[in-house]
């Protein structure tokens, strides 16, 4: 059935008529709508957009999400490989939650034939008012030659709440191949722009000024609380002292629910899954990649300038002083695996997590909390209902 039928039953939204970031502000929008703009970019960058390296037809090409009475905005950028992230104003930093990596990093999206439409491309099937609902289809490729291991299918359904609803599923293309599966689906992953660095994008401690607030990772079932917090370094351009605080790793872990925090300077942006929503606590790994004691990579502040503006083929450049000059950087606090699951279990598995941006006081980090709760303790049959779901709200 071609699109032209599709679009008269109903069953996709009428291809969108793109428009300049300049008239986004007049867009109209009742609650919520999905925007196609032509000439996005994110971060402060002013450079080229030659190809290769960067994606290839029209690189500056997005779907942007809006909210008529929210600040944020959730962007699908064809240079970031369509890798959608929230947009928070007035600073313009992002929060990003990844992607179905492949295994031992062998197919990935980071890279020149991650960002080629063939290999990742959205689908807006409803465009609003009332919600959104785009989906994003990728495969996960090798970087040095295109070999394609997985396909990624990923649904989002976004509501006038603010919230936004995911669905995550993969089917590898190299059965019984390692290399053709993927464990780790999410990872949150900030983004700084141009000349900014994770000092200047994440909120200070309200009880210590000097250091920068990285995490707060919350159990919705338990009073149980875990942060992290970095502390610069003079005169190192990433280096930082690290601090956690509060309950221990394992009782975050071996919790059945998780709400995941950034606390960045204009808002907090989350992701929450648990047991309920396909992420089963036995199975799955939270690591802090601050510790490497978690489970997590020891990273601490280092940030990387490959994405979302790819400007070479690579899966993983440090920033440089430099490059901090000319390009958005990113660095990534926490993420998770399903290492202790077989590639077959995870390939079969659907999972299902939900986004926002909270406020930036404690008060706001209860209320994810609270939220968080609610919606796991949704009947089996609501927690993946977009119908169900857009009936949450976060409280302010």
Known sequence: MNLIALVALGLVAPPLQPIKMADLPRAPVKDVAAVEVSDYVFGGYTGEFPSPPHADLNPRRAIVVVWKDRPQRLVFWHEASYCPFFELQPSGVGACY????????????????????????????????????????????????????????EDFWTFPSGLVLRRQTFKTLKPG????????????????????????????????????????????????????????????????????????????????????????????????????????????????????DTGGQDWGSMSWDHWPVGWLNSQGHVLDAESLKKYPNHFSPVGMDFFALSN????????????????????????????????????????????????????P
């Open 98 to 153: 990844q992607f179905f990596e492949g295994n031992d990093g062998w197919a990935e999206l980071f890279n020149d034939f991650g960002r080629k439409e063939r290999n990742s491309f959205v689908d807006v099937i409803e465009s609003g008012p009332g919600r959104v609902w785009i989906r994003w289809t990728y495969f996960g490729v090798n970087q040095k030659d295109g070999d394609a291991a997985y396909r990624g299918t």
């Open 177 to 292: 191949d390692h290399r053709g599966y993927a464990r780790e689906p999410i990872e949150i992953i900030a983004l700084s722009p141009v000349g900014k660095r994770w000092t200047d994008v994440l909120r200070s401690n309200d009880a210590n000024a000097a250091e920068r607030h990285a995490l707060a990772a919350l159990d919705p079932f338990s009073p149980n609380r875990y942060d992290v917090f970095w502390k610069p370094v003079e005169g190192k351009l990433l280096e930082s002292e690290r601090r956690r605080a509060g309950a221990p790793w394992k009782a975050i872990d071996d919790a059945k629910g998780v709400a995941l925090v950034l606390p960045m300077t204009d808002g907090s942006p989350f992701c929450v899954f648990g047991d309920a929503s396909g992420f089963r606590h036995d199975v799955t790994r939270i690591k802090d990649h601050s510790y490497p």
């Open 344 to 395: 077959e279990a995870t390939e079969a598995g659907v999972y299902y997590s939900l986004c926002g941006v909270g406020g930036t006081t404690g008060e706001d980090l209860e209320a994810i909390r609270k939220l968080a709760r609610a919606w796991l303790e949704l009947p089996a049959e609501s927690v993946g209902n977009p119908n169900h779901v857009s009936r949450l709200e976060l409280a």
